[in-house]
């Protein structure tokens, strides 16, 4: 079996949530590896929260905003 | 307009701009300059003999090029409220101390030239912005020729024209006085291209089609064309509208216009402007001499928009027009409680989906106002003052300026009503002494495991 990454997305409420929302609408398709965790602003996201992501298993952290 | 100016609860201050905005929902302070106009309103009656005995003539701005005003002047008869303005730029007396005619005729002593700038302060509870849209100027389009024939206008130029109390009187001629022959309508112009507005600006093939209405009226053996990429017809009776211009018999072309030249290739051109295009129902170059080009420019956003997006603490969609909360369940409000937005400056949009959205604004807001009281998002941050250290750091990321300093209590302290709760200040406070509701560090956590094991 070949790779999937496990990638956590931190989106903002306003833009990327907003985006990846609109896709969904649109019915454009994107990958499941990303994992959506919605926060109001990409400023919410403290290093602690990355950090914890990585300690859970996730293969790579994306913050939005 | 008139209607509003009268109103007993409504105070219009036109010549006017705000300068500032402070506060929130419910509570905002405004800061208004009121410029001078010279005329004293309360005592003006609108007679207009100033503007009769005023020696200098210019061009009016109102009419793009097309009519003349003088240095005290109302930009149009119809203007709300019926006071004159004198222009400082082009008045005798402001340049060069001489002169006062106007104030010399005038029978109500209305006439001050002391009149200095104004600031007035004032506290509302909601704001709604229709600063409305600008017209897209086709210069940049050489291919055109706007600013090069002069037989070439734009729509809003037409527009001025065919007004009753326009600079022509309601009458459609070309540059030299005469009626022309024949004319040509190219819609789409600076839209639904990609080298300009990608967007469709919506109004224009229903103007199109009313121009081409008014020119049959006015000059009945007019020929007529309009060029176009699709007809978008999309309101009530509009469909029905376009079924009516084809019996008056106006020649729709599908097909941009390539060009228009007044290089003539036969002698029927000759004289004339020549509009080359393809007409793409019959896969052919055609050439269309005329007297007359209307172009029916995009709307766009105004060239000041920005400044009024950060004035007022509103976003902008990628168009660059004001971006309403939510496409379809609030398009009228935006991110900031408080202030609304209706017309074309949220997007291009006709006068009937104008007022409707303006209605909407107005009643948006009386429900905010009349209530006394304003609800808040649950998703606000709080501070827990025993943690908190006073350092301030949350007070200078704040993107709000919700956070203010107890100087007594040497905290922070934060202002529900202004916070948008996006936890900037919970993510940077060293104490961990703030927590942003429903987004708080642990169900951000859990949420993670949810999410991953
Ligand atoms: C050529 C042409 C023909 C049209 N014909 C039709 C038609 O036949 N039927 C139809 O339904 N629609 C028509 N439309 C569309 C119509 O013009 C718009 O729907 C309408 O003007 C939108 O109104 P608005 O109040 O949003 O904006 P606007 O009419 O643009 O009004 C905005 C106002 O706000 C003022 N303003 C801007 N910024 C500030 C500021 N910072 N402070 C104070 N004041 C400010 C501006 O000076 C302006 O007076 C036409 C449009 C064009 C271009």
Redesign the pocket.
């Known amino acids: 079996m070949s790779f999937e990454p496990r990638i956590v997305g931190f989106m903002c409420n306003w833009c990327a949530y907003a985006a990846a929302d609109l896709a969904g609408t649109a019915r454009k398709k994107y990958p499941p590896n990303v994992r959506i965790v919605r926060v109001m602003c990409s400023g919410r996201v403290e290093p602690a929260l990355i950090l914890k992501a990585f300690e859970l298993g996730a293969d790579g952290v994306l913050v939005c905003g | 307009m008139a209607s509003a100016g009268s109103h007993k609860n409504i105070e219009l201050l036109t010549y ?3 300068m500032e905005v402070s506060g929130y929902v419910g509570n905002f302070k405004v800061k208004i300059k009121k410029k001078p106009r010279y005329v004293d309103e309360s005592k003006c009656t609108g007679c207009g003999t100033c503007q009769e005995k005023c020696p200098i003539k210019v061009d009016n701005e109102f009419d793009l090029g097309l009519g003349k005003r003088k240095a005290i002047y109302t930009p149009f008869p119809q203007a709300v409220p019926n006071v004159p303005v004198i222009d400082r730029d082009h008045c005798t007396y402001f340049l060069r101390g001489k002169c006062r005619a106007c104030e010399r005729f005038c029978e109500t002593k209305a006439i001050d030239f002391e009149q200095k700038e104004q600031t007035l302060e004032v506290e509302v509870g909601c704001i709604i912005l ?4 600008d ?1 897209f100027d086709p210069t940049p389009m050489t291919q055109f020729g706007y600013g090069r024939y002069d037989n070439v206008i734009t ?2 130029q ?2 001025r024209m065919t007004n009753a109390s326009g600079p022509t009187g309601g009458k459609i001629v070309l540059k030299d006085g005469t009626e022309p022959r024949s004319i040509a309508i190219l819609h789409c112009i600076g839209s639904r291209d990609v080298n300009y507005h990608e967007y469709c600006s919506r ?1 224009c093939c ?2 199109s089609l ?1 121009f081409a209405h008014i020119i049959r009226e006015k000059i009945p053996d007019a020929v007529i064309y309009d060029l176009y990429i699709d007809l978008r017809c999309f309101g009530k009776g509009y469909e029905e509208f376009y079924n009516r211009l084809q019996e008056e018999g106006v020649n729709f072309i599908r097909g941009r216009a390539g060009e228009v030249t007044d290089v003539a290739e036969t002698p029927e051109e000759r004289g004339k402007l020549i509009v080359v295009c393809e007409d793409t129902l019959i896969s052919r170059q055609r050439r269309l001499p005329v007297d007359m080009v209307i172009l029916s420019v995009a ?1 766009e956003p ?1 060239a ?1 928009v920005a400044e ?1 997006a950060k004035l007022f603490s509103i976003s902008r969609s990628r168009d660059g027009f004001f971006l309403e909360k939510h496409p379809k369940l609030d398009p009228v409000a935006t991110t900031t409680e408080g202030v609304l937005i ?4 949220q997007g291009p ?6 007022v409707a959205q303006a209605s909407a604004a107005a009643a948006r807001a009386m429900a905010i106002i009349t209530k006394g009281s304003v609800e808040i998002e649950p998703t606000t941050a709080f501070i827990d003052e025993k943690l908190c250290s006073g350092c301030r750091t949350c007070i200078s990321l704040c993107p709000y300026n919700a956070i203010s300093f107890n100087e007594d209590k040497k905290v922070s302290v934060i202002n529900e009503a202004m916070c948008k709760g996006c936890g900037t200040c919970a993510a940077a406070c060293p104490s961990g002494a703030i927590t942003a509701r429903h987004f708080t560090t642990e169900q951000i956590m859990s949420e993670l495991e949810g999410v991953l094991i």
């Not at chain 2, 209706?342 to 400056?345: Q, T």
């Not at chain 2, 949009?349 to 104008?354: E, L, Y």
């Open positions: 006017s701009e705000v229709t600063t409305g849209f017209s729509s809003l037409f527009e109004v229903m103007h009313k709307l105004r000041d009024t209706a017309g074309c400056c949009k006709d006068i009937p989906d104008t």
